[in-house]
């Protein structure tokens, strides 16, 4: 039978870490204390000031509110004065958790530990890997446990796109889920429409589709079914067997026309949106993909801007989900785009989703030849891109065309799951020493 720890806390005193507030927030939802004291570096109070009320909102939504919340600041240069401090807000129904803070407060957490340790409780609670370490009340390393979270402790620490979002004071605007949703499709038709116009195009083209839906489909307007194909005999051509692909998937219904304008009836809005402009399709895929490894409701072609701020919705992000509490956002990119575009990238993610976010650079056609123009680069570009990557925290997936829908998962999945956490090795080692 597994060996489940008991955790439960009058007092939640937390380490308040100034870059990691989906974390700060979290505790309370796990162990649903009656009071949570946050010890926050004098240097970092100001940010604390900005984020407790999104706090608040978190745990009032989730029906968590402590009695009592408190904010101390603290002289992180005083190490004695600091563990006092610690100390002052520990008690024998307290529970103390060390994950997160800067190093001081880290270091003080546990000394004040190791000279009474048999005061109160001492967890690490580890969100991005949904484990908890609680350490031995008698000061002997061994017999220190590490767990993962029960079920019941996975449900109650997730969050939604929308509560990630919210922690870092933005606002989801719109979204192609929603409006797809709002035009009566539910999301298992989304998937599958958006699948099945992703088979008919590759079937084709790995990456002409790309120029072809702008260059040749057009949308009759945006609350019809109805597309027409224009153009010469030479431009119909190029698109004509991937329209009868199309038609023989039922994703198209003929509609008649004269040789040189052709009209089709979209199976549904989702059709229609995969096939009105270019990049389209690609998030409508990868938003069925995440939804594989969510499980929690992806959303792709979001709006998003921070609440209160007018016009504030020029942030646009190609699709966002959530693993657990970490927020995980992608770029799709079937074209060609540079190293500005990572940057831009890296920092509206780090903007809404903080230093927990996960970011995604998903590229179909990058390694897929020599840089003849196609969307694709030259070994030595594709190399320096892939360095400028990692420096902004961007994992790259480019092999999405080879891959099945289950394959294209574990793919994502593997570059979601994949997250460094600060100072990890630093922590397990000082809290070992420190017990």
Known sequence: MENVISISADTLVELFDPETHIYNALGVMLLRPRRVVFIVPEHTFAVSCKYRDAYRRLWRSRGVVPEETVFVPTDTSDMMALADIIDEFSGESSVLDIEGGTPELYIAAGFVYGRSPGKFSCVRIDFSDMKITEYSKNGIAEETTRRPFTPEERARVSLSVEECISIYGGVIYSSTISELTARGMTREEIARDASDVWRA???????????????????????????????????LRAVSNLIEDMVSARLLIPRGGDPSRRWFRCRSYAVLFCMRKAGELLELYMNSVADAVSGKGAICGVSLGFEGEEGGSDNEIDCIFTRGSVPVFISCKNGKFGSEELYKFAAVTRQFGGSERVAVLVAPALGDGGG????????Q??????????????????????????????ELSRATGSKNKKAEKTKDTASADNA
């Open 201 to 235: 195009m590759l079937r084709r083209s790995r990456r002409t589709w790309n120029s072809v839906i702008p260059d040749r489909i057009h949308c009759k307007s945006e609350s019809s079914l109805d597309i027409y194909i224009n153009g010469n005999e030479y431009r």
């Open 372 to 379: 003849n123009g196609d969307g694709c680069m030259l070994p």
């Open 381 to 410: 570009k594709m190399k320096a891109l892939r360095e400028r990557a990692e420096l902004y925290g961007i994992n790259i997936i480019t092999d999405v065309y080879s891959l099945t829908p289950s394959a294209a998962a574990a």
